[in-house]
């Protein structure tokens, strides 16, 4: 088996967990927070998605694969979402900031969903040599795409499992 093929099937089972954390909630419930300093389900759905469509997008551009390194951000969701945040992704962001991030489950479910296509396709363009190479000199050692598309796998699951375990929280106060 090879690294495409084991993250198409991981990437691959992220867009049911995330469904699950938000389907049947609405904005109310996706900005709940156990407390002021938490992040809600909808912020931390809204931010592994960001991150994905950011950092897959970004190592397609350093690649030089211009068909895969575009944010399906840029193609109207950052409208759609109307945050005024620009292109952040959440690092960094204050507890008055994550509170803004209030959308309705739809429209976190279907930029999700435009992330995974567009993460697939990238990661279906690659080939076998692809995975060594280096889309981010900012580190030491550089990061490769290996590193780079498990980083961001490690990520995702992190955080939709949180949203998990708010939403959880939230259905049973």
Known sequence: M????????????????????????????????PDAEANPVGWLVWHLSRVQDDHVAGS????????????????GFAERFDLGVGDAVG????????????????LLLDYHRAV??????FLRALGRDDWERVVDEDWDPPVTVLVR?????????QHVGQAAYVRGLLDRR
């Open 116 to 121: 995974h296509e567009r993460t697939e396709a």
């Open 91 to 106: 690092y960094g962001m204050s507890a008055d900031e994550v509170a803004r991030v209030r959308v309705g489950a739809d």
């Open 2 to 33: 090879d690294a495409t093929t084991v993250f198409l099937e991981t990437f691959g089972r992220v867009p049911e967990l995330v469904r699950s954390a938000v389907e049947g909630l609405d904005e109310d419930a996706l900005a709940w927070r």
């Open 60 to 75: 397609a551009q350093a690649l030089g694969m211009e068909d895969h390194a575009g944010q399906a951000w840029h193609d």
């Open 149 to 157: 598309v498990a980083s961001v796998l490690g990520d995702v699951t």
